[in-house]
């Protein structure tokens, strides 16, 4: 018979990690089911933003969290969630291994994955020069010459801010005109150091041991022709795995699970936390605040549903 866990939190970011602490805190006996540690956070190479650190690596901070996370009681493993059902008022957690756990409550905290470009160069130079974060990364490029491939709101804000901080940015995209709104496009335009290469796709990502330069390509005359760069900033987008969780939760019309002031899905049992819901700005530090945020509220569901016994103090005086 399979252990019945109080709360199974899916995914291993700043989110889930955070909801682990705080669920361990509360002895509500917990497992967190991710493919991997940190999610994106765990893949930048410098963290400025995060308080407590000057600066910190990405994968250090958030091996930090899941030492924290075990030392407090969460459990780890190392699979991907493929469904979940419920039934009565367990819920099964399948993953892509055919293997099955089981719990009362579930936090959904597996974030997004950014878009890639999909050209030669850009996995070898992942943080080598190559980037999906402008927030977490800008000041890495001070005084230097950087691109920013894409043409939506993420785009122009990430070449707005990076316009104040590096010499020079190419702002890369494949149509004339951009998707994004009016006062950030003038902003963009009205910048001196941006450079607007518009009708163009960006064909390979060149460097040695960091990023050197950028082979573009018109796409209206197919005129080709290489750009010195220090970095390029893939601002195309991201996407919610929707495929796992689209018959369990509501979304949006971006496929963000929706959820309510208190993490709450529209399925009782099942919250949500960090980058894969509709909340506001996609930072570390948010994501670690919802995670706590629907680790408590996951905890009221359980004292309140499973009649648990002990303390009812308020969680913000600890």
Not at 228 to 238: K, M, T
Not at 243 to 250: E, H, R
Not at 291 to 306: F, R
Request: net charge negative; glycine share 10%; aromatic share 8%.
């Amino acid at each position: 018979m399979l252990k019945i866990y109080d709360l199974i939190i899916v995914g291993g970011g700043p989110a889930g990690l955070t909801a682990g602490i705080y669920a361990s805190r509360r002895k509500l006996s917990n497992l967190i089911v991710t493919k991997d540690i940190g999610g994106q956070a765990g893949t930048v190479a410098s963290i400025e933003n995060y308080p407590g650190f000057e600066e910190i690596d990405g994968f250090d901070l958030t091996q930090n969290m899941k030492k924290q996370a075990e030392s407090f009681g969460s459990e780890f493993i190392m699979e991907e969630m493929a469904s979940i059902i419920k039934k009565e008022d367990v819920f099964t957690v399948k993953t892509n291994q055919d293997n099955e756990y089981q719990a009362y409550a579930v936090i959904l905290s597996f974030g997004v994955t950014p878009r890639n470009l999909e050209v030669p160069g850009e996995k070898e130079f992942i943080n080598k020069g190559v980037t999906y974060c402008a927030n977490c990364d800008a000041p890495l490029y001070k005084g230097k010459i950087v691109a920013v491939v894409g043409g939506g709101n993420a785009a122009l804000d990430a070449a707005e801010y990076l316009a104040k901080i590096a010499k020079k940015v190419y702002l890369i995209h494949r149509r004339d005109e951009f998707r994004g709104d009016e006062i950030l496009v003038e902003q963009v335009k009205n910048a001196k150091n941006v450079e607007l290469v518009l009708d163009s796709a960006v064909t390979e990502i060149k460097g040695e041991d960091f990023v050197k330069s950028l082979d573009v390509k018109n796409i209206k005359t197919e005129e080709m022709k290489n750009i010195e760069v220090d970095g390029v900033f893939i601002e195309v987008g991201h996407y919610v795995n929707s495929q796992l969780i689209k018959d369990s939760v509501d979304l949006n019309q971006q496929n963000q699970v929706v959820i309510n002031d208190y993490n709450h899905t529209s399925t009782e049992g099942i919250f949500a936390a960090g980058d894969v819901t509709n909340g506001l700005y996609k930072q570390i530090i948010i994501a670690a605040g919802e995670g706590a945020k629907a680790a408590l509220s996951a905890y009221k569901y359980l004292q309140h549903k499973l009649d648990k016994k002990g303390s009812i103090a308020d969680w913000g005086n600890k």
